[in-house]
């Protein structure tokens, strides 16, 4: 039996490298992560609570994505005929397929979530102002390349599902004044959803924002080292600092595997969906652009397209300039500034879990402005004007915790964040639960 011994001694040492092999991995692996963090972190920011993982989570995801997507590229063809049966394969009969589909799937949409929740908190503890100013912004940019991400992917099974949604989606485009015709024929690649739109997609989405995203976060990495780290409130006394290595990278390993574990079991027991094969003379009735889209389908639904697309790009245009609108440091790192700040949000909040739901009830219900101002034309009636009144809500509740609560400029801005983010999430539950046939308001239970 001594071939049997040689062979495990032989297994032994392959499987076991000897103590100086593991001491020269242990460096590459330590030297790995002390490019991406200094050697030493304060411990005010180490604690969970401070980031809620929430970056860390969105990058893994990020790198999750990638290796799932290289890996479904070597059975998914971009071709209107072939795509379908591709992805049907991958349900079917390709081992592991449907488990590499879902997760892949299940961790874009997850993404979409961790990155909406990082930008709260960054907002939240204040990390938009000083130094970080230009960091916020760089993740702005990576908050609108993950809707791209997600949205040119979402085109990619070619059932019915994605074809709609697509359809719906790229339709709001030319809406948009002056380039949105151009934006939607350059995606397109012709006036309708076809092959051209499904080719140009997927080179979008496997190549051009692969890219954009690899040096987009590098950057964002990079500046939140030189930007001197995670948001923490000023320190009356000397603050300690922890070694990187074990107690940052024990800590990211632990969420890393924590989130892992729950994507993997969850696209296990939920498959990614695939319904029927595209059909262009069949659409589904209601037609649902992709969820993430569905607050802005919603305000289409109570206004002029262009006001609804004007109000988003008001809302996207404040978050950019959010750094020139509040430049006071001195609360840095203080969760919703202070006491008042706290009030402002829940109040903020609460206005927008009540008002939200009322607004959309009484103008399907009740109130119909273009009949009531005939004479006046929809852009104005049913653009213009409820676009002013909403601007002009938002500056009522900025001058109302102003006012009522003494707010300092800081503080009322949270309240006005935080209503606008609720209304947002409630817009979309909207869309996704409270609309039925025709766009109708059903009630889903
Ligand atoms: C794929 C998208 C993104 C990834 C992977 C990412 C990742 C990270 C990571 C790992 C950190 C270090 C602190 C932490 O773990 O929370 C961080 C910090 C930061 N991020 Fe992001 N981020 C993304 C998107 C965004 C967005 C949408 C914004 C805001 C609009 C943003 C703004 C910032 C700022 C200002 C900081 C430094 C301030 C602080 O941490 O207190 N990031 N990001």
Same mark, same amino acid.
């Given at each position: ?306 006001a ?32 008042? !700040?706290?009030? +402002? &949000?829940?109040? /903020? $909040?609460?206005? @927008?879990?009540?008002?939200?739901? %009322?607004?959309? *009830? ?17 852009l104005i009636?049913?653009g213009l004007l409820p676009l002013l ?6 500056? !009522?509740?900025? +001058? &109302?915790?102003? /006012? $009522?609560?003494? @707010?300092?400029?800081?503080?009322? %801005?949270?309240? *006005? ?29």
């Open positions: 039996m001594s071939w049997l011994n040689a062979m495990i001694d032989r297994l032994r040492y392959r499987s076991v490298p000897p103590p100086e092999d593991r001491s020269r991995m242990r460096a590459v692996a330590n030297n790995l992560v002390l490019h991406l963090h200094p050697t030493r972190v304060p411990a005010p920011a180490l604690r969970f609570s401070r980031t809620w993982g929430l970056g860390g989570i969105s990058a893994l995801l990020s790198v999750l994505l990638i290796a799932t997507g290289v890996l479904l590229m070597f059975r998914y063809d971009a071709s209107i005929e072939r795509a379908y049966p591709a992805v049907q394969a991958m349900e079917t009969v390709i081992p592991f397929g449907s488990l590499l589909r879902g997760i892949h799937h299940w961790a874009g949409n997850l993404l979409m979530i961790t990155v909406v929740l990082h930008m709260v908190r960054v907002f939240a503890s204040g990390g938009f102002r000083g130094e970080r100013r230009m960091n916020w912004v760089v993740g702005l940019g990576m908050l609108v390349l993950v809707l791209t991400f997600n949205f040119t992917g979402y085109l990619l099974p070619w059932d019915q599902l994605a074809f709609w949604a697509i359809t719906v989606g790229t339709g709001l485009l030319i809406y948009v004044p002056l380039v949105g015709q151009a934006i939607s024929d350059f995606l397109l690649g012709g006036p309708e959803v076809a092959q051209s739109a499904l080719r140009n997609f997927y080179a979008l989405h496997v190549a051009l924002l692969p890219v954009v995203l690899i040096f987009g976060l590098s950057y964002h990495f990079w500046r939140v080292r030189k930007d001197g780290g995670v948001t923490i409130p000023p320190q009356s006394e000397q603050v300690t600092k922890l070694t990187t290595i074990p107690h940052l990278v024990t800590a990211e390993l632990g969420v890393a595997l924590i989130t892992l574990a729950g994507l993997v079991i969850f696209a296990m027991a939920v498959p990614a969906p695939l319904e029927a094969l595209a059909n262009a003379a069949h659409p589904p009735n209601p037609a649902k652009a992709a969820w993430y889209f569905l607050g802005v389908q919603e305000l289409l639904m109570h206004m002029h397209p262009l609804a697309l004007s109000l988003a790009a008001s809302g996207l245009l404040g978050l950019a300039v959010l750094p020139l609108w509040d430049r006071d440091t001195s609360d840095e790192g203080v969760y919703f500034r202070s006491q008042t !700040g706290r009030r +402002a &949000g829940m109040i /903020g $909040a609460a206005l @927008a879990i009540v008002l939200t739901p %009322l607004l959309v *009830l009484v103008d399907e219900l009740w109130l119909d402005l273009p009949t009531l101002l005939a004479p006046i034309s929809t009636s049913n009144l909403t601007l002009g809500g938002l500056a !009522g509740i900025y +001058a &109302g915790l102003r /006012g $009522a609560l003494r @707010a300092r400029h800081s503080e009322a %801005l949270v309240g *006005l964040f935080s209503f606008v983010m609720v209304a947002l999430v409630v817009l979309t539950a909207v869309g996704i639960w409270f609309r039925g046939p025709n766009m109708a308001l059903v009630w889903p239970f």
